[in-house]
């Protein structure tokens, strides 16, 4: 899905002064802790959190992050503006939740980060070993 496309279901906005909207984001990965995105996520991931602070972009480019969008319609501060553009990662926003900016995105057709399997194998090991 294109990073327009994505402003598009989400009525979102661009915070970053300049940005290819033609990019392309593979999947989505909805968190707010950091630890899950380095965990779970993927290359070529659209990040949704309600997290601004900067230490959101050194995650995302460790991660291989595509872009951000910030949910919640949170605003984040000129210091995490200035970092996510001197990194190269697209900053975009959104009014709605975290729940409904995901499901958004997903009814539009965008994947998920494939978190799903991994989380159901740990879930019936769990289960299992108690049986």
């Known amino acids: 899905m294109k990073l327009h496309q994505v402003l598009e279901v989400t009525e979102g906005r661009?915070?970053?002064?300049?940005?290819?909207?033609?990019?392309?984001?593979?999947?989505?990965?909805?968190?707010?802790?950091?630890?899950?995105?380095l965990a779970y996520s993927h290359e070529g991931t659209l990040l949704l959190t309600g997290l601004t602070n900067p230490q959101v972009v050194r995650t995302a480019e460790m991660a291989g992050i595509q872009a951000i969008m910030f949910v919640r319609g949170k605003i984040p501060p000129p210091e995490t503006v200035a970092l996510a553009a001197q990194k190269g990662i697209p900053l975009l926003a959104s009014k709605y939740t975290l729940?409904?900016?995901?499901?958004?995105?997903?009814?539009?057709?965008?994947?998920s980060c494939g978190l799903f399997e991994s989380s159901l194998q740990r879930w019936q090991a769990f289960f299992e070993a108690k049986v």
């Open 99 to 111: 729940f409904e900016t995901c499901g958004r995105i997903y009814c539009a057709g965008l994947p």
């Open 14 to 37: 661009l915070i970053s002064q300049t940005a290819d909207l033609d990019q392309e984001v593979k999947m989505g990965c909805g968190a707010d802790l950091m630890s899950d995105v």
